[in-house]
């Protein structure tokens, strides 16, 4: 008999050569029914494999990421079998799964459009009905080779080339056809419950454009239909609330390609937005004991060479600018930053510190520019040049929990201005196989990253372990926020420095009179200004709360007769600093009442001969567009509470 030892620690014996799918079984028919594969000793294989040797065993369903892999990889084998059909002259390439979904690459003499999708859909839906067993066979290089060749499939022949030879090379058979594959792949067919191709594109061969350009299709797949609709329904909202269409008809952002890739030119609605963000960030920070700093925008190559950033960040880094190109006896480049830290540090030693000091907590919306591949960059999401809210805390090791707690309270509380109640924590450690990627010093980070989870689990706070998520500097904890859509964002990162301290060589002055090294923190709270103000986009689908909109109350003017009344009024919200304009065009009201609508304004003052006479405003309320009487001090009362609540 063998042990097969489970997920909940619980193990079982079965005997020699078993299946995982009986294995399954034996543990629940529930299971069984939802099993897609087999994950042994951490290594997903088909839930046919028989267990030869104690092991431990998971049983991957489509809850696991593992197990929408395998259940949509085998659609894009379902895929490029239909397509086949269809069109027998076309030459396959690859066809991955990917984050929610797959695609397959081929290579067609006729153009397909995604008018081709529907017949192509249909015939995939076909192969899935036949449920035919998908059957796994090896052969060694030189045969797999020639077989790929038989099958005039040139592009699987050039990669099986190109794998290590004497190694058996799998593939994998449904019905008539075969396609080169490591798997693993679920039994049948007909397993893949639903699925839909979404839409369909060029690509380069292996992604470079030096190669011929092929066509690929993307599609989804999941066990059940009910699964399909809903993703695709939150693919239809998250395409209402993409920041980039928003952007577009309000008159948010632009990024003018002329200027620069990643480079956001914010409009000045936006801008109005971020300036109030701004000053709420600011006013929080000076009562929470942080000094506002400024810094240069660009800095020398030791000081890049000294804080690390040229051997392990020279990738994220712009290239450099040559001095001597300028003046012969500057001998030296200067870098654009990615990063403020190395400037707040050089301040910090501009003068002897002592422990009375400390903490020093000093922040900067500081300006940085990173390289990001053009293909990376995606509106204000991703972007090459952008504003952290950056802070760093120097401190001792005394201070050290309580500062982490510090930061962590600022982060919830200004996750909750923003309507970000749920946050997603994450405790970011380094992975134990890829040591080298981190600085090396074992005591240091062991006890770093557990004074952190410690930090977390005294809080009662819930978390995940991100393996391999720290920097290369020292473990992080951060809060991802759950916006609308349930999806998170990255924005507060807390990030332990065991790095800069040293290399700078940062000491203070103890009270026993001896110098030490501090302790050194690196913070941020929304991330960057334009992720952070993009998301809040598509968090609020472009209606942003009285506080941050960048028009408050629109007033409209009934008639023309109305307009002196009107003016009054907008000089009395004007001088209470509410962000008001006046629509005095001669269109009809309701025209006007819509295009307000349309730009989410949140209050619409209509002022008519009605209002006028009785020296009152009619107020429509965006959120249930009903109107109320009521005088103008009411208002300026209304208003003002939400504005001072944030909502
Ligand atoms: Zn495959
Ligand atoms: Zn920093």
Redesign the pocket.
Known sequence: MISVKLKNGNSIEVPFSTTCAEIAKQISSGLAKEALAAEINGKVVDITTTVNADCSLHVVTFNDEAGKKVLRHTAAHVLAQAIKNLYPQVKLAIGPAIENGFYYDFDSEVPLSSDDLGKIESEMKRIIRQNSALERFALNRAEAVQFAERLNEPYKAELIRELPDGQPITFYRQGDFVDLCAGPHLPYTGMIKAVKLISCTGAYWRGDSNNKMLQRIYGTAFTKQSELDSYLAAQEEAKKRDHRKIGKELDLFSIDEYIGQGLILWHPKLSVVREEIELYWRKEHRRRGYEYIYTPHIGQSNLWETSGHLDHFAEGMYPKMKMAAKDETENTYYYVKP???PF?VRMYKTRPRSYRELPIRWCELGSVYRFEKSGALHGMLRVRGFTQD?A?IVCTEDQFVDEVNNVLDFALDINKAFGYDKLNVYLSVRDPQDKEKFIDNEPVWQLAESTLEKILSDRGIEFKKDIGGAKFYGPAIDLKAVDAMGREWQGTTI?L?MN?PERFGMTYVSSDGKEHTPIML??TLLGSMERFVGTLIEHYTGAFPVWLAPVQVKILAISERNHEYANKVLKVLRSEDIRVELDDRSEKVGYKIREAQLGKIPYMLILGDKEQNENVVAVRDRKNGETKKMNIEAFLTLIAEEILHKR
């Open positions: 990063m403020s830290c707040h950056d760093h990030q420095d800069l690196h913070r």
